[in-house]
Structures are given as structure tokens and as C-alpha cells.
């Protein structure tokens, strides 16, 4: 099982976690996080698994924040809400390194967008109808304990 995620926040999260991955370990979080936008970066162990277990858990993450019938969903590298694109979650896999890394971009809000229905394909946290105060750091909170539950689970069902 992976360690408890140890929080390093960073004004450029991947800039910052590629310059630390020589002494990264799985747990790792480099973060950066308003109430604008969420971007972090997470050090796991090597695994082919990493991003669909990311992916799924910023889908949960979003449904329990969200305001009732909020549907997230999983395209691709893409994060949808109800039908939108809302933000990204990706594996990197650097060479030389004993960690994959978790890459996970979500959009809060964009207050320079003053007619966000010109643009149906992407959206953010507030055109949807979240609270003001789900900002990055409320999404990442719950984004970290459900991909720890998410893993946790991954790792029980192989040890079946």
C-alpha cells in the first residue's frame, strides 16, 4: 500500500515534481490550488493502473461535491461533467524514474469567460452549480481521500 500522500505545494506543480523526482517516493503531492483552478501532481509506484484509478476518483471526488444529478464521467485523459469538459487527468511515466506521475488539471470557475454558453464543450465548477466554496483545495482534499480508497481497494482485490 502506498504511504500516507506527504503535500508539497508548488506555484508550477509539474515543473516542480520533475525537478524533484530524482528524490520523490510514491505520496508524494506537489500542488497548486484557488479558487479558480486545481493542478497537482502525485507520485506513485509504477503502475499501469495509476491513471484509471485517478480518473475514477476525480469522478467521485466531483459527484460528491456537486449539486444533486451531477454526472462526471471519464473520456479519455478528459474529465467530463454532465456532457462538458471540466478538466484532465493523465500518467506520466519519466524515464530513469522509480515513480509514474499522476498529472490532474480541474477547472473552478473563469471569471474572465463572460459568456460561458458560447463554449458547450467545456465548462467549470461553478457554471455547474457547485457551492462557492468548493475551490481547488476542497476538490483536492476529497480527490486524495478517494484515490486513496480507490487504491486501497485495487490493492486488496489483487492480493485475491
Known sequence: MQPPFRSCPAVVPLDAARAALPSAEPGWVFWDAGSERLDCVIAVQPNPMAGTLARQALCDALGALGPPYTVAIAVDDAVQLNGAVVG??????????????????????????????????RTVLYEEGFPPEVDGKTVLDTFLRHLLSHAYRAEEASMR
Open 88 to 121: 484532465s487527468v493523465s500518467l506520466e511515466n519519466p524515464p530513469d524514474a522509480a515513480v509514474d506521475l499522476v498529472v490532474v488539471h480541474v477547472a473552478v470557475a473563469d471569471p474572465m469567460d463572460e459568456a460561458p454558453g458560447l463554449h458547450p464543450d
